[in-house]
C-alpha cells in the first residue's frame, strides 16, 4: 500500500502562483510515477502532469505547459507542483495520485492507470 498527502493549496488571485506538495509514505519502492490530476466542480477529474520516480520524465496537459512544473526531491520523497500565472480557469480540487509499474507515456495520462490517490487540495484562482 502507499498512501498520499499533498498540502500547498489555497486561494490565490489571477496571474500568481501556488506549490503543491504530494508526499508518499507506505511501499513507496514500488511507485514507478506520480501524477497530478484536478477536479472542477460539475467536471471530471482531468489529468495535469506526471513525473516518471527513477527516470524524472515529465508529461504535461496542454492547458497547463508552460505555466506548471512537476518535479520530485527524492531525497524529501516529495513530489510539488509549482503552478505560475494562475487563471481562474485553474480552480479545481487537486489530486495526487501514483502509480506501480512501468507504463507507455500514453497510459500515464488516464485516471485508470492510477492506483493510489491523495485526498485532495482545493486550489481556487480569483479573477
Known amino acids: 500500500q502507499v498512501q498520499l498527502v499533498e498540502s500547498g493549496g489555497g486561494l490565490v488571485q489571477a496571474g500568481n502562483s501556488l506549490r503543491l506538495s504530494c508526499t508518499p509514505s507506505?511501499?513507496?519502492?514500488?511507485?514507478?510515477?506520480m501524477a497530478w490530476f484536478r477536479q472542477a466542480p460539475g467536471k471530471e477529474r482531468q489529468f495535469v502532469a506526471v513525473?516518471?520516480?527513477?527516470?524524472?520524465?515529465?508529461y504535461y496537459a496542454d492547458s497547463v505547459k508552460g505555466r506548471f512544473t512537476v518535479s520530485r526531491d527524492n531525497a524529501k520523497n516529495t513530489v510539488f507542483l509549482q503552478m505560475n500565472s494562475l487563471k481562474p480557469e485553474d480552480t479545481a480540487i487537486y489530486y495526487c495520485?501514483?502509480?506501480?509499474?512501468?507504463?507507455?507515456?500514453?497510459?500515464?495520462?488516464?485516471?485508470?492507470?492510477?492506483?493510489?490517490w491523495g485526498q485532495g487540495t482545493q486550489v481556487t484562482v480569483s479573477s
Open positions: 495520485a501514483a502509480r506501480r509499474g512501468g507504463a507507455a507515456e500514453s497510459t500515464l495520462y488516464g485516471i485508470d492507470a492510477y492506483r493510489y
Open positions: 513525473i516518471t520516480w527513477s527516470a524524472g520524465n515529465t
Open positions: 507506505g511501499r513507496t519502492f514500488e511507485i514507478y510515477a
